[in-house]
């Protein structure tokens, strides 16, 4: 896609902010070259953590801003994770739409025209990202993976309050998982890995896993 090349072009090299997560918001990127002017291709910049209103967050955004016609279905994708299932369903949105998937942030200046960095797609995000229809990791961008795991809050009487507990999914999900990374074409063995992996650490994918696996290129 030529879109997608002109915007590999416009990447830098630059660390992932390590900045506490957000929730994940939606804009505009204006792909301001050429003298295009008003009649400038757009694409979406995803930014922050993947919540449980996500998904929907994200059609209503599309729906919102496709009206001007300039907005191409390309997804800049950072975020440092978030929740599974919403992960899945915004994968499946990507889908449906055809949305192509960078890994990739706007530069930090805010503003509409086209300057971007790396970007980082950890934990959940990853299956937010098999839903692109064509997944794009550049060299300088990271993908990170480990076991998926959520929290309670339940009342301990030997401590006489509440205490947060971890849970470990018991394999249910793992089957649900496996299946949807079949489906978007993503080996199985990606999300095995990640079961694999402690949830206190990240593994994290190099060139050959993110082929191997059929997760995306790292360029056109």
């Known amino acids: 896609m030529k879109l997608i090349k002109t915007v590999l072009l416009a990447l830098s090299v630059a660390a992932a902010s390590s900045a506490r997560a957000e929730e994940m918001s939606f804009r505009v990127i ?87 960095v790396s970007g980082r797609c950890y934990s959940a995000c990853v299956y937010a990202l098999m839903g692109g ?42 089957q649900t998982l496996s299946r949807y990374a079949a489906m978007m074409g993503v080996s199985t063995e990606l999300v095995k890995l990640a079961e694999r992996t402690s949830p206190d650490r990240l593994y994290m994918l190099t060139g050959a896993d993110i082929a191997r696996w059929r997760l995306g290129a790292r360029k056109l």
């Open 30 to 116: 204006d792909m301001n070259s050429g003298g295009c002017g008003a009649n400038c291709p757009q694409v979406i910049a995803a930014q922050g953590e993947i919540g449980e209103a996500t998904p929907d967050a994200f059609l209503a955004f599309v729906r919102e801003n496709a009206r001007g016609g300039n907005l191409h279905g390309i997804v800049l994708l950072d975020s440092p994770g978030g929740k599974v299932v919403a992960s899945m369903e915004l994968g499946q949105a990507f889908r449906k739409l055809g949305m192509a998937v960078l890994v990739a942030r706007p530069a930090a200046d805010r503003s509409r025209t086209m300057a971007l």
């Open 133 to 174: 229809r064509k997944r794009v990791i550049p060299a300088q961008s990271s993908v990170g993976v480990h076991r998926m795991f959520n929290y309670s809050t339940n009342f301990d009487m030997a401590e006489g309050g509440f205490v947060r507990e971890r849970n470990l999914d018991d394999g249910g999900m793992l």
